[in-house]
């Protein structure tokens, strides 16, 4: 009998990235076996299409982060759902701090997944703050939790650097093999078109996402080489977190505008939206992994992504894409040198496609992820 680990993340359902993970790694564990794998929420409303997930639904409705809904503090004590533990996604939050303590209270194990990478660049941002909030609750957290689960192997350096001894695990992110569905039957053949088409999809957020450089080295690029880039679109595709017009002006500023175009989010697909690109980018300053990468693999794109995003190692082992510094000159780079090789485009994407489908489904996490709980949660 497997065990039965709850899996909490503060607005589930959604449509970022963590609760993209959460929905798959939790329909997958529940496929191995039924009802192995709840949702907690805290998300005040539950919009339909979610039927088919097993959600302990405590909705909160106050701006108190480290509010916990006394009828989920009664039902863990008295262990109400039959939970072997919990795995609390994000650590840097206050939400999952409060869970934590309860947790601590009732007696019920736990394991964190941090998501994002704990480098510098990430943890000097609002340093006090984060300082205080490490001192009080994150490294707590973090001590006494059975382990750690890591998207990349890379992140783990970083955490024994700030002296956490727990046990780490590293299990990657997934995707469905059904999304193939979304695939058009007439998607665009990477690099066929004179008309070539660059993609970044994800949050416009400059600094984590490292937009800014991705805006710069597609200026640098065009600026080396004006004839590889003529007839070249860069497309930005993402929820606008305030970022969005500070982008756009400093494309205007280099004098790009005219080849970047931004939608904003849209409400197709993810392989839907991948279909109408040739090359598909993430140009991040630090990423615990880059789904967007994995499903722009999994629908035949070619790929370039910076070495600081989880999935890096995965695209350098499926050879299907260039990995380059979190750098404009870096990222300028990789832009010429992979539009030199546009003769390779669909051969590269068939071979991410190939690599995922083997390697990165969410049945393959699954079976790895159980053998952790049992191991761990025993």
Not at 62 to 82: I, K
Not at 84 to 97: F, I, K, N, Q, R
Not at 112 to 140: G, S
Request: hydrophobic share 40%.
């Amino acid at each position: 009998m497997s065990r039965r680990i709850a899996h909490f993340l503060v607005h589930y359902p959604g449509r970022d990235g963590t609760a993209a993970f959460c929905r798959g790694l939790s329909r997958a564990l529940n496929r191995i076996e039924p009802g192995s794998c709840p949702i907690l929420t805290f998300r005040p409303e539950i919009p339909p299409g979610n039927e088919q997930d097993e959600l302990l639904h405590y909705p909160v409705r106050t701006r108190n982060p480290f509010h916990v809904p006394r009828a989920l503090v009664e039902d863990l004590a008295s262990n109400r759902h039959q939970l072997d533990g919990m795995v609390l996604h994000g650590t840097y939050s206050p939400y999952s701090a409060a869970v934590w303590r309860v947790l601590q209270r009732v007696g019920l194990p736990h394991a964190v997944i941090p998501h994002d990478p704990y480098v510098p660049e990430l943890t000097r941002h609002h340093a006090f703050r984060k300082a205080v909030f490490w001192r009080v609750f994150e490294k707590r957290m973090l001590d006494s939790a059975r382990f750690i689960q890591l998207l990349d192997e890379s992140h783990e350096r970083h955490l024994r650097e700030l002296g956490c001894r727990t046990p780490v695990v590293t299990i990657p992110n997934g995707c469905e093999p059904e999304m193939l569905d979304e695939l058009p039957a007439d998607a665009r053949v990477p690099g066929a078109s004179q008309q070539v088409r660059l993609l970044f999809f994800g949050r416009m957020d400059r600094n984590h996402k490292g937009l800014d450089l991705l805006l710069e080295g597609f200026a640098k690029a065009r600026e080396r080489d004006p004839e590889a880039l003529r007839g070249v679109t860069l497309v930005m595709t993402g929820n606008d977190w305030t970022d969005r017009g500070l982008l756009e002006e400093l494309a205007g500023r280099l004098g790009t505008a005219d080849q970047v175009e931004f939608t904003g989010r849209r409400p197709e697909g993810a392989l839907t939206i991948v279909s109408e690109a040739d090359l598909v980018i993430l140009p991040s300053r630090f990423d615990g992994f880059g789904l967007c990468i994995v499903e722009a693999m999994l629908g035949r794109r070619p790929v370039l992504v910076s070495s600081r995003a989880g999935v890096a190692g995965h695209v350098r082992r499926a050879g299907g894409g260039w990995v380059v510094e979190p750098s404009a000159e870096s990222i300028a780079d990789g832009l010429l040198e992979a539009l030199r090789q546009r003769d390779g485009w669909p051969a590269m994407g068939a071979g991410n496609q190939d690599y995922v489908l083997r390697e990165l489904t969410w049945d393959r996490v699954a079976r790895t992820t159980a053998e952790t709980y049992e191991r761990f949660f025993a």
